[in-house]
């Protein structure tokens, strides 16, 4: 049989890597032939590694497979492109900040140590927004990433090149990051599948921080088993991490097919706020997908609360955790360095991060210091975390009516390179739907479901807290109904 490896799914690509280990080498051959046809204009990775180095890891994969066999080897030989927010020994980290431009961790994030164990090789790390603030990948501080489905547009944010290097082709998995949407929003711009996990089921040791209450790391494919295997390895306790929840870990694969076995009927709400305020093609093709899905299982609409002040909550808090997550900038451990010879310690300070800090981050820096100094943390902080508890008290009595609930997972189509710039605010607006699983801690999940204009449109379903496999039974399902998988945009 010979593979189209490029469009080929990771848990066809594993079989056959089993029978033949030797094939890993075409395949990562020709994911490169790919990249150097292509990255030119889509500019998915910061560093992408040299394919001898690349080569030397699938040796050593290799010889450990043949010695031991007993190993699962879930992603045997797989190529990753992970974002560049996650720790990885020995390969720059950079958060798209000028201030880690030559920042090599001395060591790997626990999702990382589990990709590899699995026979994973990393082949590079992915443009984001600086420090993950951003819907778009612009506020990179190296360069904007382009939509392969149209590269005048964006290909979403802020784990914008994991999106794009799956969309084009140039990696068969991702991992993304999800504080407000960076994993979905960028997910449904390129028509590919993403997952932000329920706070605590993904371990955060290795992923630098920008909020860390609502801060989790998740993959990205494109497909639902694909989405399920890398989810069954990245997920599970870790004592690194003090938010880490102590539950065994999950064969996420195994459940879906559970489940797809079965075909359990499934409880919609869905979410007419957040439907309301989509623009109308997305709203179309949407409830197009709803009205079939309605045949079968049971929907209904819902109301959110507050609809205006979730995400203003969401930014009051993301902003305070960022300017206290970011204060450890300094220049002196590690990051862009200056002189410090006879210099006080606050002009050295504010050296550093002026040149080492980019607008949009020094802006919420600014801000979450001013949200959290006296006087105003009662008016804004403390208000936005009441909104939060309310908002919580609300979804679990939603989840104990609804296995999921549904929408649009952006309200606008992929915007054009700079539009967004224009106008912060309506950057903002764009997170209005992905922002609420972060503040309630519940995961969430992106689907592809059509295209308008050629441009991909995704679906959002949440559900209740630790109920993965549901939603990704549920994805599977708009899988086989709209055909959308394993799609390589013709860039
Ligand atoms: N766009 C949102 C923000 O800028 C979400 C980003 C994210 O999820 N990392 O905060």
Redesign the pocket.
Known sequence: MTLNYIATPAYRLVEEFKEDPDKIYSYIESIYQRIRLVEERILAYITLRSIDEVFKDIDRVVENYKKSKKRSYRLFGIAIAVKDNISTKGIRTTCASKILENYVPPYDATVIERLKYEGAIVIGKTNM?EF????TTENSAFFPTRNPWDTTRVPG??SGGSAAALAAGEATLALG??????IR?PAAFTATYGLKPTYGLVSRYGLVA?ASSLDQIGPMARNTIDLAMLLTVIAGHDPRDSTSLRIAGIDYVKELKYLVGTRPKLRLGILKELVEVSEEPIQKVFMNVVDRLCTEHTCNYISIPYPKQILAAY?IV?MAEASSNLARYDGVRYGIKSDVNNRNWVDVYTEIRTKGFGYEVKKRVALGAYILSAGYRDMYYLKALRIRRMLKEYFNKVFNEYDLVLSPTMPVLPPRLGEMLEDPLKMYFM?INTVIANLIGAPAISIPIGFVQGLPVGLQAMSKPLNESILLYFSYIVEELQGIHDMVAPV
């Open positions: 927004d993950a603030m951003g819907s944010g802020s990051s999800d504080t407000g949407g960076s929003c920008y930014y993301a997170d």
